[in-house]
């Protein structure tokens, strides 16, 4: 019997990012995914600003094929300083 527990997330899988941080980041973020993912559509991002526009959510819609590339996106978005939230 092991001791190691099955995975969270079974891969291939849909999988969505969301970053969040000052208008104008979008790009920034885009940068980030596609460095670890590679080209993605321009119909993988959507970008919702706050109320006032001091903000912008950007959701990346991707197919991550294992957990290391999970990983390393989520590792580009915490060296990134603009970026304020992320999940």
């Known amino acids: 019997m092991s ?3 099955p995975p969270l997330i079974e891969y291939p899988t849909h999988y969505v990012f969301k970053a969040v941080g000052p208008a104008g980041i979008n790009a920034r973020v885009r940068e980030l995914v596609e460095s670890v993912l590679g080209p993605l559509g321009d119909g993988a991002f959507v970008e919702r600003p706050s109320s006032q526009g001091k903000y ?3 959701s990346a ?4 094929q294992s957990e290391d590339q999970r990983r390393r996106v989520y590792e580009a978005f915490h060296q990134e300083k603009q970026i304020v939230f992320y999940l």
Do not use: G
């Open 61 to 64: 819609h991707v197919h991550l």
């Open 3 to 5: 001791d190691e527990a």
């Open 56 to 58: 912008v959510s950007v």
